[in-house]
C-alpha cells in the first residue's frame, strides 16, 4: 500500500531552483507546480504571502525546512504537495534562517492531510534527511528521498 507522501507527491512537482531573489519569489516558484497542475488557483500564492505578512513566516519549521500553505479556501482546489530545492537559500526574515527545502501543500479541508503530516514529521524529525533533500543532485533524487523515507518510517 502506498504511503500518503507517495500518494500526494507526484515526481513533476518536484524541482530544484538555484535560488530567488526573495522570499516571495521562492513562494511563486514552490508553489507554481500546482498551479499549473490545477492543483491550487494562482490566488493560492498571493494567500501563502499574504498569510505571511500577516502572521510572519509561520511555516518555517526549522533551519532550511519551510512548509507552505494556506487556507483552503484561498485557493486550493486538490491535495497535493509539492517540493523545490533552493541551492541558494531563501530567508523569510532578515535574522534567517535560511530555507533550501520548501515544501508546498494544498489541502482542501482540515482533515485530509493529517497522516502525510504525519509522515513529513518522522521524516523532517531528522536533520540530516533535510540535509539530504537539500543536497539532491536532481529531482529525480530529491524525489525518491521523499518517498524512499516515508516508506522506511511507514
Known sequence: MANAIESMLKRENVQIWEGA??????????VTPLVDGGFVEDRYIQGIID????FGPYFVICPDLALLHARPEQGA???????????????FKPEGPGVRVLVTLAATDSNSHIEVMRELATMFSDPATIEAVACAADADEAYRLF????????
Open 147 to 154: 518517498v524512499d523515507d516515508a516508506e522506511a518510517s511507514a
Open 21 to 30: 531573489d526573495s522570499w516571495e519569489e521562492a513562494v511563486k516558484v514552490a
Open 77 to 91: 482546489l486538490k491535495t497535493q504537495l509539492a517540493v523545490t530545492v533552493m541551492r541558494e537559500p531563501v530567508f
Open 51 to 54: 498569510n505571511a505578512a500577516e
